[in-house]
């Protein structure tokens, strides 16, 4: 039983236009989360990451957004550059573990 | 300033043949990771070390086993390799195991189990 799931295996936008990332989880412990962004033949490398204590964590064009009642958390990319193209997971930790849980992932093509 | 590097690349094995895949880090990081990624199930923690001397179990660690002799290696073998263990192995570093400490990943050893 997967505790991350990513529910969109993929996402096109345009060039330009938002790129909303989604992500949910069942494990009511789960404090910290944390995105990822994965090129092909490459690691992860990490992106941006919020804690429970916020709804909300800014980085240049990335947001993440988080709704604890609802387990659910979001990566907002505005705007959207081709550069963006990428493999995206999220991944979620109990505050102080040393255990990364990460969700299926969502492959974004931004268009030219 | 290479980071987290894996060894080998690229590897075919035939069921039941055994291997070690080694990770190197030179960032003087405390804890590494071992993770195998599968089509839609994102990435799994196979086995992980909090310090040199120290191994732990992850989510996946049967058919695995791991050493950490020195600080700056984190060896996964496969003693006798099944199919099911075709993967994408990645290993990963970071300075501290608390969750706000991101962890550096290397590129990958992509392993075939025929």
């Known amino acids: 039983d997967q505790q991350v799931k990513q529910n969109s295996p993929s996402l096109s936008v345009q060039e330009g236009r938002i790129s909303i990332l989604n992500c949910d989880y069942t494990?009511?412990?789960?404090?910290?989360f944390l995105w990822y962004k994965k090129y092909p033949a490459e690691g992860p490398t990490f992106l941006i990451s919020?804690?429970?204590?916020?709804d909300k964590n800014e980085d240049g064009r990335f947001t993440v957004f988080l709704n604890k009642s609802a387990k659910h958390l979001s990566l907002h990319i505005v705007p959207s550059q081709p550069g963006d193209s990428a493999v995206y997971f999220c991944a979620a930790s109990v505050w102080g573990g040393n255990m990364l849980t990460f969700g299926g992932g969502t492959r974004l093509m931004v268009k030219p | 300033n290479a980071g987290v590097t894996q060894t080998p690349k690229f590897r075919v094995l035939k069921t039941g043949q055994s291997m070690t895949l080694l990770c190197a880090q030179d960032?003087?990081?405390?804890?590494m990771y071992w993770y195998r990624q599968d089509p839609g199930m994102g990435l799994r923690l196979i086995h992980y070390s909090v310090g040199e001397g120290t191994t732990a179990k992850g989510e996946v660690p049967d058919g695995y086993n791991v050493s950490r002799l020195k600080k700056q290696n984190f060896l996964l073998g496969l003693e006798s390799a099944a199919p099911s263990q075709t993967s994408v192995y990645f290993c990963?570093?970071?300075?501290?195991?608390?969750?706000?400490?991101?962890?550096?990943f290397g590129d990958g050893t992509r392993l075939s189990i025929l």
């Open positions: 990963a570093s970071s300075y501290q195991g608390q969750s706000n400490q991101p962890q550096h």
């Open positions: 919020i804690s429970s204590i916020k």
């Open positions: 960032m003087n990081h405390e804890y």
């Open positions: 494990n009511s412990m789960f404090d910290y």
